[in-house]
């Protein structure tokens, strides 16, 4: 199995541009996550999927980030306009359960934004 | 504030030598992983425990996991230069199972 896929693996930007990144699960898992980690808040938990239907977007920053999944092996995370304290590596997860599931998680996506 | 907090937060030894990582909070859970992620990488999964009082042996990694299911520890026997790397616990709380929280990291820097 290829594992999680994330595209880009680095993206800069200026603030106000929008940014898409882009996931694609292991197939077969019912469950996708997105991660956002810094060094001052570590690795925080910003929505994730079951079954392509978001389940908890509680921890999505504001209105400028969204996340979709359109079908069982893709999933983008949108950010517009974005800001310099977006500025993070992006994790994309998935696991085919949730509790006590291993997540695997994909390469990253680090976005500078300046 | 984290819900699982980690000390150290970095830790420098020699090759050889023996260190142990805690991970601590206040809340239950009802498992518990340790996770190691190298530069450029994503976590990767090292152990689950999910039994009060499980320890469970990795090569020279032992995991243990708290009797309360409050906290757990991670001890590396003869550490080499190929444990470097950030180790992070996370666990998945039995009052909210929709959230996996993560603990802030300990930063591992085994010199040669």
């Known amino acids: 199995d290829a594992g999680v896929i994330q595209s880009p693996r680095h993206e800069v930007t200026e603030m106000g541009q929008e940014v898409t990144l882009r996931c694609k699960p292991i197939?077969?898992?019912?469950?996708l996550f997105w991660y956002r980690q810094t060094m001052m808040r570590g690795l925080e938990l910003l929505i994730y999927?079951?079954?392509?239907?978001?389940?908890?977007d509680s921890g999505m920053p504001e209105d400028r980030f969204s996340a979709k999944m359109p079908n069982a092996s893709f999933s983008t995370l949108k950010i517009q306009p974005s800001e310099p304290r977006d500025s993070a590596v992006y994790f994309c997860?998935?696991?085919?359960?949730?509790?006590?599931?291993?997540?695997?998680f994909g390469e990253g996506s680090r976005l500078t934004v300046l | 504030t984290q819900l699982l907090e980690q000390s150290p937060q970095f830790l420098s030894i020699q090759e050889g030598e023996n260190l142990t990582v805690y991970c601590n909070s206040s809340?239950?859970?009802?498992?518990l992983q340790w996770y190691r992620q190298e530069p450029g990488e994503g976590p990767v999964l090292l152990v689950t425990?999910?039994?009060?009082?499980e320890v469970k042996k990795l090569k020279r990694l032992t995991f243990q996991f708290g009797d309360a299911r409050k906290d757990s520890s991670l001890h590396i026997t003869a550490a080499q230069p190929g444990d470097t790397g950030l180790y992070l616990c996370?666990?998945?709380?039995?009052?909210?199972?929709?959230?996996?929280?993560f603990g802030s990291g300990t930063k591992l820097n085994v010199k040669p």
């Open positions: 999927f079951n079954n392509n239907v978001p389940i908890d």
């Open positions: 809340s239950v859970f009802s498992s």
């Open positions: 197939s077969g898992h019912d469950y």
């Open positions: 997860a998935s696991s085919p359960y949730l509790r006590g599931g291993e997540l695997f």
């Open positions: 425990v999910v039994t009060g009082g």
């Open positions: 996370a666990g998945d709380s039995p009052y909210n199972f929709n959230k996996f929280y």
